[in-house]
């Protein structure tokens, strides 16, 4: 996965107002709900370029699961099935990043609330 890939998740979660850092949140003070992301690769096993990826963002609130579950509904509203979020890299790359569910995930705080999103992403890669 490219880093533009990583650059397009970051400006999306940005530009929805939600709180998040890839590997690591680095908020300070912490400012809930935040989202951690991280990515897995699977191998290619196409002849056109393309890298399949699943970026798993964790999301955290201390509030109610409504706080989660609103983000959850903006994030899946942005990355939409119908038309996801399909652009061109400034290296002429295509890349397209869907929503792909999510799961609640336990903690061992009775407070800490987590749930985990999935989006799908599709890369073409033309440069490297």
């Not at 990583?6 to 908020?27: C, N, P, Q, R």
């Not at 119908?82 to 999510?102: C, H, L, M, P, Q």
Request: charged share 20%; hydrophobic share 35%.
């Amino acid at each position: 996965m490219s880093k533009q890939v990583l650059k397009l998740v970051s400006d999306a979660m940005e530009s929805l107002g939600i709180e998040y850092g890839f590997a690591t949140y680095a908020g300070n003070p912490i400012v809930f709900p935040y989202f951690v992301g991280e990515y897995t690769e699977t191998e290619s096993t196409t002849e056109d370029g393309l890298q399949e990826t699943t970026i798993s963002m964790t999301g955290f609130s201390r509030d109610s699961w409504l706080t989660l579950e609103n983000a959850k509904d903006r994030i899946e509203n942005y990355f939409n099935r119908v038309s996801g979020n399909t652009v061109i890299t400034d290296n002429g790359s295509a890349v397209a990043i869907f929503y792909a569910g999510s799961m609640i995930v336990p903690t061992n705080d009775a407070e800490l609330k987590s749930i985990q999103i999935n989006l799908h992403v599709k890369e073409w890669r033309v440069n490297n």
